[in-house]
Structures are given as C-alpha cells and as structure tokens.
C-alpha cells in the first residue's frame, strides 16, 4: 500500500510539473458582452506566441482597444499574468486541457477569464466590474 502511495505520488508531481501550453498562431472571430443594462457584439483577434497573449478589439463605432499579457510560468501550473513588465493578477493551467484561468485587481477593477483552447478554437469567458457593476464576454475564434 505504501508503495503505491508512493508511485501515485510521484506520478501527480511529475504531471504537475507540465502546464498544457495553447498553440502558437492568430485566432480571429467575434465576442459577445453583456452588463445589467445594456449588451453588444465586437470583432476580435487573439495571437498566442509561446507565453505572450496578445488581443486587439475592435467595437462596432470602429473604435480599437488592445489587452496584452504574458503568462510567466510560476510553481506547478500556476502563472504570473505580467503586463508592461508589471505583474497583475495569477492563474492557472489545467493539467491535461488546453484550459487557464486567471484573476487580477487593476485599480478599483477586478477580472476574471478562462481561456480554452479546441482544435482551432480559441474561446475566452471572462467578467469585470470597475465599480458600475458586472460586464460579462464570450468570444469565439478560429485559427488562420
């Protein structure tokens, strides 16, 4: 019994150790929001380049806005989210998925998303409140 106590242990450690990384490349598509008030749609493109994300946006008054980050590795799965060489927030990485989550607290603002990545599919769920309440997205994109 202490033996396979042992070798199971070993084995999760070992497991630990690999965070599942998110293929390289540039996913285009569309994402959805939605606060108490008000909801709408935006254009976006995501390129994922080791542990750089890098996302420009791009709304329906054609106004742009950008979100990049770099998810430095940390102990086990778990990461830094470090923008402009300042770290933000923490995640983490599933084991065996293409699946991270992080947080970070900006000023009065508070984030939380989930990046999946399915084949050719890169999906982003995620929500913040800057002090007027929830906003909540969805996006969809595919691999070029």
Known sequence: MKKTALVLTIL????????????????????????KTKNGGYQVSTVID????KTHY???????????????????TFFDVV???????TGYCLEKASVCH????????????????QGTKFYRYG?????QGPIMWQESTDKE
């Open 83 to 89: 923008t402009q060489g300042v770290k933000v927030g």
């Open 127 to 131: 929500s913040k409140d800057e002090g």
């Open 58 to 76: 791009t709304l329906p008054d054609g106004n742009a806005r950008d979100w990049n980050f770099d998810m430095q590795p940390g102990k086990s």
């Open 12 to 35: 999760l450690a070992s497991q630990l150790s690999h965070a599942h990384s998110f293929t390289n490349g540039t996913y285009k598509g569309n994402g959805l929001w939605n606060s």
């Open 50 to 53: 080791n542990n750089t994300v």
């Open 102 to 117: 992080y947080e970070l607290t900006v000023g009065p603002m508070k984030l939380e998303e989930t990046l999946v990545q």
